[in-house]
């Protein structure tokens, strides 16, 4: 599992950032440095990094998928988290942090993804986008914003194996919500 979570981390840090290649470590390590989940049901924020932005009951009243275990990395000036439960590596939920000095126009050319639904109400820009099944895990959802500080934050939910897709988005209004949230904890 250890190996799996630096590889999601990593991804979801190389995705958020737009990186290629960089190593993965937490907020005082040495980049390449693998920053082991916290234990069970510790809090979340325990785990660093973007994680201290997500709270285990929060995400539960929002999207009704209880977590219990939290990993963070960082490249450079990008923090992400990914959220899984114990017994399973899907569904997850992961969040990727990252200063940025592009306004609305270079956003919306350069980060929002084609064939993605703008979203009102949500930092200075916003996309929501459907996430294809991959390798081990169900289709999934994405919501990236340009925060009213100038971070670049992107929130995607992977479903497990199988899951229908029409389950998948029924999630996306409660997704949306809980960015709204977190949006509110960056400003």
């Known amino acids: 599992m250890r190996r799996w979570l630096t590889g999601a981390v990593c991804a979801v840090t190389l995705l958020g950032a737009g990186l290629t ?3 993965c470590g937490g907020d005082d390590a040495p980049v390449g440095t693998f920053i082991p989940p916290v234990a069970s049901r510790e809090p979340a924020e325990s785990a660093g990094g973007a994680c201290q932005l997500f709270d285990y009951d929060v995400i539960k009243a929002q999207l009704g998928i209880d977590f219990d275990i939290a990993a963070s990395g960082n490249v450079d000036a990008t923090y992400t988290c990914v959220l899984q439960q114990t017994e399973s590596g899907v569904p997850d939920l992961s969040l990727a942090v990252t200063a940025t000095e592009a306004d609305n126009e270079t956003f919306k050319k350069t980060v929002t993804p084609k064939g993605s639904a703008s979203v009102s109400g949500l930092g ?10 991959g390798s081990g895990a ?6 990236g914003w340009l925060s009213g500080n100038q971070r670049l934050i992107v929130l995607r939910y992977r479903s497990a194996n199988g899951t229908a897709g029409g389950d998948v ?14 949006d509110l904890s960056t400003a």
């Open 138 to 143: 169900g289709p999934g959802l994405e919501v």
């Open 124 to 133: 200075k820009i916003a996309y929501s986008s459907s996430v294809a099944a």
């Open 21 to 23: 290649g960089a190593g």
């Open 169 to 182: 988005n029924a999630l996306l209004p409660k997704l949306v919500a809980l960015a709204k949230q977190i």
